[in-house]
């Protein structure tokens, strides 16, 4: 659906993004994280043809955003962080324009009322968009990029300036999204992106450093791979019963932590997630589980170790999951 090779970008002497090449499966949603002056806008306007690339190939189902540039706008819906509006027009009158713009065949009361309905913007629908706040401001603007049902979604933060409510609402429409689009998503939000991507992909001085899924990324940069667990119930038995958990390496009891619950330190096989089997036999004892943490590094942790400028060129692990 989109394919990158060998993407390009110079700014003179400034290379923004040096090389980098990837693909987005149909029904994928992928998060595009770097620091900022990664080159992750600048990717993302060559995709959506704001920008011309120096070199390499940009691909929108097949078409090339500089060869076949009209048909490549035509599969994309694009939210950029600033959404394109027009302050003295209502709601109404802007979607109105954009389902001219971009020139839409579907039956404009019908499909105008859908996405409005979808994005939840129904009650403002009359009003001047100067007069909403910024959170019906980037619904409007995430209305704009459904209009026409584009294959192809391209989201840069867009759930800035939301409140919490709202941020859960839109990370919600994103997953839904997903379903009949394909997604690229941009944020800053690492638990957003872990949320409501398949696939990450990490950018950073225009070097593409890392695409894999947020579990994967986890396993491969943790070198403690540890599972600590918190069970209410005797000591002797818990133990006897992690040990035989399938794909339990090394089980370590570190005793009492409070009245009555015992600490345990499971260390698993590689690449073997046994959370679910060791509550499961937990649960089956009627045993309380009072606390369950991976050792693995968060996303976060992954994120601030792969940016480093020590990592900058490092060879970008692969393994990207595809649907």
């Not at 011309?52 to 819906?77: H, R």
């Not at 919490?164 to 009949?180: A, D, H």
């Not at 499971?266 to 679910?276: C, F, G, S, T, Y």
Request: charged share 25%.
């Amino acid at each position: 659906m989109i394919e990158v090779q060998n993407l390009t970008k110079r700014y003179g002497s400034h290379v923004a993004v040096n090389n980098i090449s990837f693909k987005v499966e149909e029904g994928e949603i992928l998060g595009f994280l770097g620091p900022n002056g990664a080159g992750k806008t600048t990717t993302m306007n060559i995709l959506t043809g704001y920008l011309s690339a120096s070199s390499g190939v940009a691909k929108i189902n097949d078409f090339d955003v500089l060869e076949q540039p009209n048909q490549a706008k035509m599969n994309i819906g694009y939210l950029p962080e600033q959404p394109p509006l027009y302050l003295d027009m209502t709601v109404r009158e802007y979607l109105d324009f954009m389902f001219d713009l971009k020139k839409c065949k579907l039956s404009r009361q019908k499909h105008i009322a859908e996405i409005c309905r979808l994005v939840k913007i129904e009650t403002v629908y009359g009003r001047l968009i100067k007069n909403l706040s910024k959170g019906y401001r980037q619904r409007v603007g995430l209305a704009q990029a459904l209009i026409g049902n584009p294959p192809v979604l391209i989201m840069d933060e867009p759930t800035v300036g939301l409140d919490p409510k709202q941020i859960i609402e839109i990370r919600s429409l994103i997953k839904s999204l997903g379903k009949n689009h394909t997604v690229i998503l941009s944020s800053h939000i690492l638990q957003e992106i872990e949320a409501v991507c398949d696939r990450i992909i990490i950018i950073n001085n225009g070097v593409l450093i890392a695409d894999d899924t947020a579990s994967n990324l986890a396993k491969k940069n943790s070198s403690d791979r540890r599972l600590i667990l918190r069970v209410a119930g005797e000591e002797d038995e818990v133990f006897t019963v992690l040990n035989r958990v399938p794909g339990a390496k090394n089980v370590t009891s570190h005793g009492e932590k409070e009245s009555g619950v015992f600490e345990f330190s499971i260390e698993p096989d590689e690449d073997i997630d046994i959370r679910r089997e060791v509550s499961a036999r937990i649960s089956a004892r009627n045993w309380a589980i009072m606390g369950m943490q991976s050792m693995e590094m968060t996303l976060e942790e992954v994120f601030i170790a792969l940016t480093r400028e020590q990592y900058v060129n490092v060879k970008p692990k692969k393994g990207g999951r595809s649907k």
